[in-house]
């Protein structure tokens, strides 16, 4: 069986695991906690980031949308993915945005204001940020354009790689009201199970 080697609290983990549940993909769950990477990590992966992807054969796969293309490709069932040329560049796209513009300034806010009350923030860095923020959130509105997902007529991993920073936006003293496509989405995309599952604190690698 292959293992995915993940954090929990990693938005591109997150993508992985709630990619897999939603191709009921089967894989044992081997969760690193922060700081204790496991010692085969820089054999598994030069960049010593996690997902990494291991298959049955002992081959590992890294980065989240790699491990997305790869498994997508193998799995049984309707891919996620679009077989359509330009369809598909838009969800490489949209994933783009996700991970140059929207999750830089929500982790370095992260580093920034978590754990800290209000009047402790550094304000020029908050609403520079939130700032960046917002001009990801009415472009990703633009995308969608009144439709119920980014690419075509079903979900696909430019959805999931909205899913954790649409939640928890909020964090950071924002919210979607002046985002309705976008509202609408985070609500479609919290009742989905893959979702859920995702959300789920994953269970470690057995003994």
Not at 144 to 150: A, D, S
Request: hydrophobic share 40%.
């Amino acid at each position: 069986m292959p293992t995915l080697f993940h954090y929990h609290d990693c938005p591109y983990c997150f993508r992985v695991r709630a990619f897999l549940a939603e191709r009921e993909v089967k894989y044992a769950s081997n969760l690193v906690e922060r700081g204790h990477p496991p010692p085969e990590l820089y054999s598994l992966t030069p960049l010593g980031k996690l997902p990494v992807w291991v298959t049955d054969k002992g081959r590992p796969v890294f980065g989240s949308r790699s491990i997305i293309r790869f498994v997508d490709r193998l799995a049984e069932g309707t891919p996620l993915i679009p077989q359509d040329p330009l369809a598909e560049a838009r969800v490489a796209m949209a994933e783009d945005l996700v991970d140059e513009a929207l999750l830089p300034p929500m982790l370095k806010l992260d580093r920034e204001i978590g754990g800290k009350g209000a009047d402790e923030w550094n304000m020029v860095v908050y609403k520079a940020e939130l700032q960046k923020i917002r001009q990801t959130l009415e472009v990703f509105e633009q995308i969608l354009g009144g439709r119920q997902w980014l690419v075509g007529d079903a979900l696909s991993p430019a959805d999931l790689a909205l899913a954790l920073p649409l939640t928890i936006i909020e964090r950071f003293g924002l919210d979607l009201t002046d985002f309705p496509g976008l509202s609408q989405l985070a609500e479609r995309l919290n009742k989905r199970s893959s979702i859920l599952a995702a959300r789920k604190s994953p269970s470690r690698a057995p003994e």
